[in-house]
């Protein structure tokens, strides 16, 4: 909808203020969407925590456009769009509440603004200072927006097709069946390496993903037990396809944790590790390192600060790590099981300084294996 804002939904008395805001399915991302009578901007917050910072996105003028935008911004205002770098120097018609939706994209950090149907903005995954994202109303590049290029509209679309998808899939009328299914697949692949499952544990309550624990019972060692995450691979994590040029094989992961007994840490700690990459977004992978928590360090193994992952741990008394791999997700990617190795803050430092290969063959000689023992 564009035309000049004076001869549409009465000037500047249209629909102002918050136009539309939606939290993303993985609860900690808030898009909003907010139109001060001279310009609408999409922005992105964290749901909880104010150190992730706002990103924000320009939509649209609804005011003729000047020269000098930058002066909005010291009266606290959104800034205006520049004339030479908008598709409509006299402004647009206000947006209507009721014909703007917001489709986050599948990692959760990016959203895709649609007016009546049509791309209005895109503010991606990989925004940041430098590109804050896409608007069809942009030309060129500019602190607030980017222009909605062939390749910007080409890359949305994907992104906005592949969200759709996603979302009808984990969220729709056949969620319960998609779910029984992510399910019923991991446990069967584990169960045809350890045995059948002990225990389940189902970790996230009403939150999304709905991800589950299991327990099995390491035969050839007496007394130790198993627990994996079940249903963390059904999503690909965030972020990786940005470091990765070919993120297929790594971004799908399940997570495991061997100790003696069952001491309550192992699902307290496996359940945190499960939602890491969607609550930091990140992902996680081959000998990653990951610190505890601090305001949580009392359910974490005893005297142990960080979490070492790896496919290849070492062996326990000559027995070595159960052999996980070889599942493959529906959509064809393969699954890596990572074993969590609970390590010291002195021992991260190992990792840090000569890297974590280096304190994965050191680890024998500090009396540790794939089994954690207290």
Known sequence: MTG?????????????????????????????????????YLYLHHAERR??????????NHTPSSDSPENATALGKPPQMATM?????GGTSHFDAGDLEAVWTVEGDGVLLLNRGELLAA???????????????????????WEMTDDARAMAGLLL?????????????????????????????????????????????DR???????????EAVAGISIFATVGMSALPMPHIARELPDAAPFRRVEIAVACEGE????????????????TEYTWVGERHTILAPTAHATWFPPDQSAILLTSSPPADNGVAAPALDGLVDASGDPITYLWALPITMDERKVAQLSGSLTLLERLPSRGKSFVFRE
């Open 51 to 60: 150190e992730w910072g706002m990103r924000a996105l320009w939509v649209a």
């Open 263 to 278: 001491p309550s840490w192992a699902t307290n700690v496996l359940a945190w590790l499960a939602r890491f990459p969607w």
């Open 208 to 218: 999304f993903p709905p991800l589950g624990l299991a327990r099995f019972d390491l």
């Open 123 to 145: 503010l991606v995954p990989s925004a940041d200072e430098a590109c804050p994202g896409y608007s069809r109303d942009a030309l060129g590049t500019t602190r607030w927006a």
């Open 85 to 89: 770098s908008t598709r409509s120097p």
């Open 4 to 40: 000049d804002v004076n001869s549409a939904m009465g000037g500047l008395e249209a629909a102002r203020g918050l136009l539309l805001e939606t939290t993303n399915p993985y609860g900690n991302l808030v898009a909003v969407v907010e139109d001060d009578g001279e310009t609408t």
């Open 161 to 205: 097709a592949d969200a759709r998808a996603t979302w009808r899939h984990w969220t729709g009328a056949s969620a319960d069946g998609a779910w029984r299914t992510v399910q019923e697949s991991r446990l069967a692949h584990v169960e045809s390496r350890l045995g059948k499952h002990a225990a389940y544990f189902k970790t996230t309550g």
